[in-house]
């Protein structure tokens, strides 16, 4: 929706915008993409885009498993929702680069770790292509007229304060991505309807158990902290935790946090409140 | 025959690395009950919320056998693998896992056909009151009022105008061999019938209460309280049928106002007094369906 | 034996020792659920029959035991293959061999119980091979062919063998009928080349993003193109086994030195047939072309007969508003380039009946545009009162 309302801004000032999601069935917390193309001519191309001016990073726990340069021009801009400032963020190359405590700001104004709205006037301010006024417009009329005008404001606020406080600068280069393997059979190679038992493949096992190899931990805003002395081994959290990512060690519960997406279940049912959640700071 | 947390394997026939949204219960759902189901089972998942979140190809949660093929079919799709795995000599336990949107709705008609032929497997119902999968649209299991992206709080309708369907009646008055309702806040009773309906032949109905924080707009954190409160105010109700006969119902100790199920979700905030009455109503009928009398004391 | 279309079609999923049934009645199927319902209760068959509560649960649960493992087999008509239709898709993008003949009936409205090709002619693009048959004998000869067909490893295909409601469905005529053993000798067990077994498990029809599913595409038509070998393979094998021969995707009849051939499916090449002999006689160079398989459509063996001919007629009982028949619409693709008029014939549509006078009439048309080098009209119905052929 943030890409749709950054669209919307920029038709506000007289441009053609495009925006869409990367089609696909969508999850709270999981990653996705969308795109936006604001031109001063109709836009007639209906791909995805591939050579960005800018690139919007929500969550930061993206940089260290994707190349999130990849394909941005030479003198494009990536703004990144972090503590951190530019100079303190390693990417693949330098590159212009801005920064903003997003999180924060959201949990503070909004409640929720939500950060799109907050994005909105960083990118704003980054990329100088729409005023805040037209952010703040927009970001009313979508979000006003969905969630009432109060949270709007809201919304709007966040935007603000995220556009005030945002660092630009650069980043730092040379960090290395190795590229994750993909399974792309040809069609001799696919199994005849795609139905797979458990494959060890050059991209590692597929089918039948394979999901593991999808870290959810990115997801995670808080974390969950066990007390050892406190936990009595009673499994609760083993049996609630909807990952099932949590295992007992000498009857103590053990969080794995390659899995953990921070949810809280375990901390609000522990009979002995051995769980605190915490906010992640990575 | 009592199972206990402490009994069940720590392998997951359903692992790790799935993508349901944070706080999500079905995937607590499905991950129990296969530890009590075993190794010698076949899935069918209906489009549904499980059918995303279990895996996007070539990836997959499941570690069993697996199958999909479309939404409206759950019951159909079950009684021909159990066929086909009888007539080849074998005895694996086949069961179905579908949501609400493909229980109450569109997949009523293959479920009703399955039970009233007693084929012999289970249906599982995983209830989160909407199509959450396509984007939290109503169902006939939604309750009156509550917010959906088909029954939005407009200037003139505020949310749903309909009560919630009662499918367990309807799936117990089908006299199957055995019936239950279920929430993942009481999970003694959870296991306990899970193992019942494993170890029961003929056609089997579990029917799980599961709170959905992405669409009911709570805290993630409280996906079991909710579970618990919607027990205890009457909204859900704990119990099982044999041959349709109701063989043990749960009673909680206290009854707590609707009020108190519905403040800390989001889909109930635009509730009005009389809103809140006619939701009311709508559990004080219930309770007294189930349990013959409300109680006497004045909940607190 | 002497039996009906619908008996034969249910004898031959009895000899072919199918491991589970799923099926719903539905006029003018229903003497083939009833007649396998009585195999069963007779205990001719240990099959496994899944009396379901609809024609969209029979296809779906049909999938779900293939995919288990088991020979499956079902049978519908008209608004129950409607009722399929989403599930057709699955049978075969999943590469399981069902065989499910179906009775040609209209598919409303009005509501009507006579044959039309409006019912299968829709399913042309799901994925599953289709074949007409012409008499009874072949409704259940196609059965067994199907499953050696569909079931063959480079293929693994569904099979819909169709037959013309009342004409076959509830006509009685002399059919031989092989043994089961005969049959068994000829057609192997089931291999599944994939299937839901907890001692080795797989996942079958998963949710897929678009980097998979265009390669699962093309191999559906990699194996419906090589359908059309083993076909002929398939029904040389079956000509020497049994001595009937079908030819194949095509029958040619009298086309050696026909100055025209008129294309037909289902039983109007019967009547056809007679007609050919007619004109023959009178010393008009007539032949006949029956399309038994309509997928894979032979392009090759139509154009084939079309090189040798002046002008081709196509007989449709079904049509694609707007555009024209289907057999007509593919036959004129496999044609594209060749100088030669094609004219397409619609007839018999709702069920009404096709005589030898309208075939006649097909023919004549199709001369005179050999003649005169061009159709005079490319559409043409017959029959149809206010309607000018």
Redesign the interface.
Known sequence: MAAQTYALAAVMEDNYAVSFPFF??E????PVMAFTRVDKDVIRIKTQIYEPDYVVVLDETLLETVDVLKGLKEDGMVVINTARRPDEVQLSREVNCATVDATSISLELLGRPITNTSMLGALARATGEVSMESIERAIMEKFGGKLGTEAGEKNARAARKAYQDLQVGMCRGGKDFVPRK??????QE??????????ETEAGL???????????GD?RTFIPHVDHDKCIG???C????????I??EDQKAVI?F??C?????C???CPVDAIS?ERERR | MSLN??D?P?E?L????????????A??VV??LMKVFGKDTIVYAPANCLL????T???????VP?LHEAFENTGACISGVKRAVKKLGKDSLVVGIAGDGGTYDIGIQALSGAAERNEDVIYVCYDNEAYM?TGIQRSGSTPFGAATTTTPVGKKIPGKTQNKKNMAEIMRAHEIPYMATMS?AY?KDFLRKAEKARDTRGFRYLHVFSPC??GWRH???????MGRRAVESGMWTLYEAEYGRITDIYKPKRKIPVKEYIRDQGRFRHFTEEMVAKLQEYADHKWKQMYGSLPEEKPE | MVVTGDYSAAYGALICDVDVVAAYPITPQTFIVEDFSEFVADGLTDAEFVKVESEHSAMSACIAAQAAGARTFTATASQGLALMHEMLFVAA???LPIVMPVVNRTLAAPIGIWCEYNDTMPERDTGWLQVYCETNQEVLDMVIQSYKIGEHRDV?LPVMPSMDAFILSHTVEPVHAPSTDEVADFLPRYQP??ILDTS??????????P??IQ??R??SE??MQKAREVIQQVNDDFAQTFGRDYHGLIEEYRTDDADVVLITMGTVTGTAREVVDDMRREGKKVGLVKLRFFRPFPLQELRRVAENVEAMGVYDRAMSFGSGGPAFIETRHALYGLDIPVVNFLAGLGGRDVVKEDVRLMFEKTLKAAKEGRAENETVWIGTRGVKP
């Not at chain 2, 190809?57 to 570690?63: G, M, N």
């Not at chain 3, 080795?200 to 993003?209: H, K, L, V």
């Open positions: 696909g069935a999850r709270r917390g999981a993909e399974w792309l059979p040809t069609v696919m199994p005849l309807g795609g139905s797979i038992g458990a494959l597929v089918g039948i158990g394979s999901f593991v190899r999808n870290k959810t997801w009673c499994r609760m083993w049996f609630y935790c909807p990952e099932g990512c295992t007992m794995d390659d899995y997406k921070g949810c809280g279940i901390a609000q049912e959640m | 947390i402490k069940l720590d997951h359903f692992t790790p690395g799935h993508t349901a949204c944070p706080g999500c219960a995937p607590i991950r129990n995303v979140f279990g895996g190809y070539p990836y997959i949660a499941w570690k697996y999968n993942i999970p924080p992405t805290d993630p954190a409280l996906s079991i309280e | 993008a999943l590469h693994m080349q994939a080795n498990p797989m996942t079958i029809g998963s949710f897929a993003p980097e998979y390669e699962i093309y191999q990699v194996t």
